[in-house]
């Protein structure tokens, strides 16, 4: 039978007189162990018999960012396909991307088309290839470059003028210098010492740091210790 990625077309002689036989076969190579096979045998299915079509199989994530797996999608227009016929994205174990126009893990996904209305049958497969961008090299951006205790707190949280996500072994730190000499400020998350201070991208499994933000300045505001309340009088 000739085959395109498991899809056999047009093999079933559909005249009266024609008795069709088909037989499935499964080579479970000669490892022992114990080996489990479902197969569905389905006479119809609207997913295109094509795999899924992109201007480029690769991309880069930005440190601290996402990407959009559907960005460089090429094919028929989603809106278009049939009914119940899905463009949907797994990752490498198998796992359902819920939402593909999100991705923050570097790794290999496939996309492929998939008909809900004929037992999930789906089309030829496209694997795309998503790679993290090296974290050394851009500094991280900020939302803003001032920030102000609001009382009664006499602290600010640095890290809030951060929204990107850490890739994993990527650290946020900030220092008092541009250089980040000398140790990063502790808590960062209560920063209690008005001045300027700079936060780094520490990418801690490939030893290096990136530039330094820009610079923050923190303003602080007087609070009031002795309360809003009046003292109670017996």
């Avoid at 996309?111 to 496209?126: F, L």
């Amino acid at each position: 039978m000739s085959s395109n990625s498991y899809i056999f077309n047009k093999t079933i002689d559909t005249n009266a007189n024609t008795d069709n036989g088909i037989g499935i076969s499964i080579n479970y190579g000669s490892a022992s162990g114990a080996f489990s096979t479902t197969n569905d045998v389905i006479f119809r299915c609207n997913a295109p018999v094509v795999a899924p079509a992109f201007s480029s199989a690769s991309a880069v994530i930005a440190c601290g960012s996402t990407i959009n797996l559907k960005s460089n999608y090429t094919g028929t227009a989603e809106a278009s396909l049939p009914a119940g016929v899905t463009l949907d994205f797994y990752d490498s174990l198998g796992n359902k991307i819920t939402n593909p126009t999100a991705v923050s893990t570097p790794g290999t996904y496939v996309a492929y088309y998939s008909d809900a209305n004929n037992a999930g049958c789906t089309s030829p497969a496209t694997t795309l290839t998503v790679t993290a961008a090296n974290c050394c090299a851009t500094a991280p951006t900020l939302t803003a470059t001032t920030i102000t205790n609001v009382c009664p707190s006499q602290t600010v949280n640095l890290n809030s003028l951060y929204s990107g996500t850490l890739p994993a072994g990527v650290t946020l730190e900030w220092y008092t210098n541009n250089t980040h000499a000398g140790s990063p400020v502790a808590t960062p998350t209560a920063v209690a010492a008005a001045g300027t201070y700079y936060a780094f991208l520490n990418n801690t499994a490939g030893a290096c740091y990136s530039p330094a933000s820009v610079a923050v300045t923190f303003t602080k505001t007087a609070c009031c210790l002795a309360g809003t309340v009046a003292p109670v009088i017996n």
